[in-house]
Structures are given as C-alpha cells and as structure tokens.
C-alpha cells in the first residue's frame, strides 16, 4: 500500500521557468511532509519541509505547498536552473504512536531543466 | 566533513555469502536508520535506531540485523545473500524521532550474483 505517491515519473522545464512537482498521501495522521533532491549515485539531499500546521513554507527559490483536506502537496521551483535536474522524492510521517517519525517517500520524480 | 558516511560504496558478492555495511554520521544525532532503494527506486525503511535501542524494525527477513554500537554507529550485517537483495541501501541519521529531516550517507550499492 503505498501512502505517498508522485504520479510524474518525470518533469521537463525550461531554464528560468517554474518547475511544480506534486505529491499525494493518502495516511490522514500524516503531520509532516519534506521534499528531497537525488543526483546520481549520491544520497537524498534535505530541501524543504512543512508541518500540518502550516500550508506554505517558503525557501529561497523553493516553496511547498500544503493542502490537507486534498491531502496534496506541492514543491514550486522558480526560476528553475540546470542544476536543479534530479529525482525529487516527496515524503511523509506522523508523530505519533510506535510510527516513532518514520519518513514513508514517494516514488521520485525526475526533473529535468533545459538551458 | 561528511556527515554521514557509509562503506563500502559498492559491494559485489555471490550469493549465499555473509556482509556487512558499515555507517558512522558526526551530526550528534541520536536516531539513525537503514532505508533500501529497490529496483523501482522506491525508498524503504528497514530499521531505526534511537539512542542505540532499536525503535522501528519492519517486515525484513532475519537474514538482515543491524548492530548499533554506539549512537554515532549502525551497522547492517546479512547473511546468506540472495538475489533479491541486490539494491542500494543508505542509512540516515537525524536529531530526535520526529518533525526534523533526515541526513542521508551516499549509498552502497550492493551485488549479488
């Protein structure tokens, strides 16, 4: 059963546009989300996250949004650059209970930006 | 300084063999963790460390135990290797249990053959 899903395998941008990576959950306990970045052969790099509490975080050129009664989110990239091309892999989890914060993550979504 | 560092990077073996991974992070996390990415690069938590008590163990076979030897350590150790095993496995670390984000080593890939 997967919770968390991106259902874009893959997102083509061209440099300088915005790049929008979705996300859906489906585990209502869900109370926080963050977004990660992949490249080759490395390990998932941190980028953003937000609590339940909240439907916006912002960061730089990145911004997550958070809409809980769709149980939707969504990372904005603006303006997108070359070296944002990688897998973005959303992921979730709740606080509570013997889940002790345990992160479930989509599947990724590979971003490329053309020059 | 790495953060989280996992050897080897790559692991080739036949199957039926004995491994093991090593991870070492230098964050001063208390809570560290193995995820396996699979074929379909799907990124699955395996187990949990908190304070070197383990806190998540989920649906793995026994072939698999961790050790954590102190909380800056965690260690994966498999027996007899199997095809299925073949992914890339990272451990992570974070501060807490909870509503912080986790840091992730590089990656092993492992082989079997």
């Known amino acids: 059963d997967q919770q968390v899903k991106q259902n874009s395998p893959s997102l083509s941008v061209q440099e300088g546009r915005i790049s929008i990576l979705n996300c859906d959950y489906t585990?209502?306990?869900?109370?926080?989300f963050l977004w990660y970045k992949k490249y080759p052969a490395e390990g998932p790099t941190f980028l953003i996250s937000?609590?339940?509490?909240?439907d916006k975080n912002e960061d730089g050129r990145f911004t997550v949004f958070l809409n809980k009664s769709a149980k939707h989110l969504s990372l904005h990239i603006v303006p997108s650059q070359p070296g944002d091309s990688a897998v973005y892999f959303c992921?979730?989890?709740?606080?509570?209970?013997?889940?002790?914060?345990?992160?479930?993550f989509g599947q990724g979504t590979i971003l490329t930006v053309h020059p | 300084d790495t953060a989280v560092s996992q050897t080897p990077k790559y692991l080739v073996t036949q199957m039926g063999n004995d491994k093991s991974i090593k991870c070492e992070q230098n964050?001063?996390?208390?809570?560290m963790y193995w995820y396996k990415q699979d074929s379909k690069k799907f990124l699955k938590i395996m187990f949990s460390?908190?304070?070197?008590?383990?806190?998540i163990n989920e649906t793995v076979p026994n072939r698999f135990s961790p050790k954590s030897p102190d909380k800056a350590h965690l260690n994966l150790h498999i027996n007899s290797l199997e095809l299925g095993d073949s992914a890339v496995y990272f451990c992570?670390?974070?501060?807490?249990?909870?509503?912080?984000?986790?840091?992730f080593g590089n990656g092993t890939r492992l082989t079997v053959t």
């Open positions: 992570a670390s974070r501060q807490g249990t909870y509503n912080s984000p986790l840091h």
């Open positions: 585990n209502s306990m869900f109370d926080y």
């Open positions: 937000i609590s339940s509490i909240k």
């Open positions: 992921a979730a989890s709740n606080a509570g209970g013997t889940s002790y914060g345990k992160l479930t």
């Open positions: 964050l001063g996390h208390d809570t």
């Open positions: 460390y908190n304070n070197k008590e383990l806190i």
